[in-house]
């Protein structure tokens, strides 16, 4: 869905789909962040985030499909977060970019799900924990990890293959195992492992929203507290201290 949307994704400087949100680096770094507060930043500004729609979007696209060279487009791209046309821009039954559903595979369980074991276990592109307290002890990770792979033989053959060690045996995990361990094992092996409780609470706040992305079927007042619980989620992660 993303190639044929030609989406240039998180690797763009504007990397949502439905907002203008500029993406900023670290100084000195090379990687694009989007923190709703940047007002530490010796370099950002508070970007407008209105919603992105049909007709500009064109014409960026029409920017980066007919720039005058191959460096040019690249850089379009990269500051548009488009990569060129879109075959759905041409059907008419289609409302371009809404009308394209969120990869929540790799959004999920592939990026948010490892990002946070990466934070929990002060791995995470160098960072420190700055004035928080997240990080998990080396020993309680260790732990943690045997226990994920020693739950295999209680697990019933209908929910996969049996688990890695989250600790040891990264190269196993899968965008399957992450989201079984997320949904059933983390809850359970996580609740003692943080110094402080807050932490603890901001996961399972995860999950809930999670399981509730899942469903089958919504009512459509559910859709709104989807909403409401996912930015409330950001806020409380960007202020977890």
């Known amino acids: 869905m993303s190639l044929l949307a030609r989406l240039v994704g998180h690797n763009g400087i504007r990397p949502c789909r439905i907002c203008n949100i500029r993406g900023i680096c670290a100084p000195g770094g090379k990687t694009n962040y989007v923190p709703l507060d940047r007002s530490l930043h010796p370099a950002a500004r508070q970007d407008p985030t209105q919603i992105k729609t049909y007709n500009p979007m064109k014409s960026q696209a029409e920017e980066v499909e007919f720039a005058s060279s191959t460096n040019l487009s690249k850089t379009l791209a990269t500051e548009y977060g488009i990569k060129g046309l879109s075959i759905f821009m041409s059907i008419s039954s289609m409302v371009f970019p809404v009308c394209l559903p969120y990869d929540f595979m790799h959004l999920i369980f592939e990026n948010v799900m490892k990002n946070l074991v990466l934070l929990w276990t002060g791995q995470f592109k160098g960072l420190d924990e700055g004035s928080g307290d997240y990080e998990i002890d080396k020993g309680t990770w260790k732990a943690v990890g045997a226990a994920t792979s020693a739950s295999g033989p209680y697990i019933p053959s209908a929910f996969g293959a049996g688990p890695p060690n989250v600790a040891d045996d990264k190269k196993a995990q899968t965008a399957d195992s992450w989201s079984f361990w997320l949904l059933y094992?983390?809850?359970?092996?996580?609740?003692?492992?943080?110094?402080?409780?807050?932490?603890?609470?901001?996961?399972?706040?995860?999950?809930?929203?999670v399981k509730f992305c899942l469903e089958f079927e919504y009512e459509r007042q559910n859709i709104e507290v989807i909403q409401q619980g996912w930015i409330k989620w950001v806020e409380d992660f960007e202020d977890r201290r």
């Open 185 to 209: 094992l983390g809850p359970v092996l996580l609740e003692k492992s943080f110094k402080r409780r807050i932490y603890y609470s901001h996961y399972i706040k995860f999950v809930k929203l």
